[in-house]
């Protein structure tokens, strides 16, 4: 049984990611900003911790996550507030929760990214332009640590129910994923520590999650 601290504990794939983890008999721990969330959280058998990534400094987040076993980086602005927000959120967040991590001793942290081709081809705004950018130099600052971390590209996020099935690899095409089978691939990978240090992108497909991530794990070897 695995303790995680989810940062961005409110968020779609966060819920979805907090209620399969209970379901296999994990402890999530999700970080929320407001506070009518924390019963939300509760209900879905989460224990709701509560923090914002706008105050907090590492030392006062390394407090709140003293104890866990894993973090799970799922927060996003999700272009609301614009550049300044994305800044504060997917850029200085990040780095405030790698450096959190760090001071409580834990080890594994994985983020939750952005599919480098989102939207290319089409007109986007500068908004959008800035939240890429902010992205990918967030998967720079923490694969440029020394934690055992797993960064996640997923394609475009679709509410749809999942299939269970995916499509998982260093480099694969763009596409759409359920918010569902990403969470499912969040928990795979938490209960396969042997997948490690490595960029993983993410759309719906055809293979069974747990044999998706299974082949990317170092040696091969089952759980």
Do not use: C
Request: proline content about 4%; glycine content about 12%.
């Amino acid at each position: 049984m695995n303790t995680v601290f989810i940062v961005g504990g409110a968020g779609k794939v966060a819920r979805r990611l907090a209620q399969q983890l209970v379901a296999r008999g994990h402890e999530p721990r999700s970080l929320y900003r407001h506070s009518e969330q924390a019963e939300e959280l509760k209900a879905l058998g989460a224990t709701p911790i509560a923090g914002s990534l706008l105050e907090l400094d590492a030392k006062g987040l390394a407090g709140l996550m003293t104890g866990s076993d894993i973090v799970v980086f799922a927060a996003g602005a999700g272009g609301k507030g614009g550049s300044q927000m994305t800044n504060a959120i997917d850029g200085r967040g990040l780095e405030v929760a790698v450096e959190a991590a760090r001071r409580a001793n834990i080890r594994r942290f994985i983020l939750v990214s952005a599919f480098p081709e989102a939207s290319r081809g089409e007109t986007v705004s500068e908004t959008f332009e800035n939240y890429m950018k902010v992205k990918k130099l967030a998967d720079i600052h923490l694969a440029e640590t020394d934690l055992d971390w797993v960064i996640v590209r997923p394609g475009t996020l679709r509410d749809a129910p999942g299939t269970g099935r995916v499509r998982a690899g260093l480099a694969i095409p763009y596409g759409d994923v359920p918010r569902d089978d990403v969470a499912a691939t969040l928990l795979q990978i938490i209960e396969r520590p042997a997948v490690n240090r490595i960029i993983i992108e993410l759309t719906q497909g055809d293979t069974p999650v747990g044999e998706a991530i299974q082949r990317l794990t170092r040696d091969g070897s089952q759980p």
